[in-house]
């Protein structure tokens, strides 16, 4: 065995000095919120550079959000009521309304824009809840006191269930502080937060109705939700006060891209510009 071979042997020596050390690189910034113009990019690029149709993260958003309802829910017996907006949101709406409806559980959706003309995508998926027979009504006509009265249970009566589950689909990241909530808008979410207040547990679709999604500023009839399902990223405005407080837990479900996308597609979050030490802080 040669010197340099043996264990006992110092391995750093002035002849044999040790190998440079890797010089160290920070690990990049990477997005931990998005915004409204980025989250539209987002979409943007998916649909056009990736060549995956806006249906299908509607399709794979609206499974999400049943998925939670079932967990929130408990017991299949457990009603559920969707509140559909006349966007992106009403789509996974109608989407969840669908699965909910296929796997056995009593939904109804109450329409938030009666006689609003939606876009193909979404009139696509309201036309398919309506062809599976799940009631569509205004939203204007839903009582808190009448829908949510009694306490479901399982089959087998092992678990107690919700007594109803209330699905916020109005208005996602298109809501702007700058301009309040109509008043035909604020009379659902009242009934909402009454329906809350009597023991139903509330979801959110990407962010509570009434939060800003890029300054987290909150409509005196924003909805107070207890769980917020946040696709690709969470929002700016329910990472930071007060829109925080209004979307409860926080769950990020993958809706069929990578993890990474928001990486991919805007880059690593620029780092923040240096201070120079101004002449007051030089040293003596």
Not at 4 to 11: G, H, N, R
Not at 166 to 185: E, K
Not at 240 to 257: C, D
């Amino acid at each position: 065995m040669r010197k340099s071979e043996s264990p006992f042997w110092p391995q750093k020596s002035i002849l044999h000095p040790a190998p440079p050390k890797v010089p160290y690189e920070p690990v990049r910034r990477v997005r931990m919120s998005l915004m409204r113009e980025e989250q539209r990019e987002l979409d943007r690029v998916a649909a056009k550079e990736y060549h995956v149709p806006i249906a299908v993260l509607m399709e794979h958003a609206g499974l999400a959000v049943a998925d939670a309802c079932v967990s929130v829910a408990k017991a299949v017996t457990t009603p559920i009521h969707i509140f559909a907006g006349k966007g992106m949101n009403g789509g996974d709406s109608y989407v969840a309304a669908r699965i909910l409806h296929s796997r056995g559980y009593k939904v109804t959706i109450w329409d938030c824009f009666p006689g609003t003309e939606h876009s193909p995508i979404v009139k696509n998926n309201r036309e398919a809840a309506e062809c599976f027979g799940i009631k569509i009504r205004p939203a204007s006509e839903f009582d808190p006191g009448v829908w949510q009265a009694g306490i479901s249970r399982m089959i087998y009566e092992q678990e107690p269930g919700m007594p109803c589950v209330l699905v916020d689909g109005i208005i996602g990241t298109g809501y702007d502080f700058t301009r309040p909530l109509p008043p035909n808008l604020t009379e659902i979410t009242a009934k909402i937060e009454e329906g809350h207040i009597r023991g139903a547990r509330v979801i959110s679709i990407d962010i509570p109705t009434g939060v800003d999604c890029d300054t987290g500023e909150v409509d005196p009839g924003a909805i107070s939700a207890d769980l917020t399902l946040s696709f690709i990223l969470p929002k700016k405005g329910i990472t930071i006060l007060p829109g925080k407080q209004k979307a409860g837990a926080v769950r990020v479900p993958t809706i069929g891209l990578p993890i990474n996308f928001a990486d991919i597609v805007l880059g690593p979050v620029p780092e923040p510009p240096c201070e120079e030490s101004s002449d007051e802080e030089t040293t003596k």
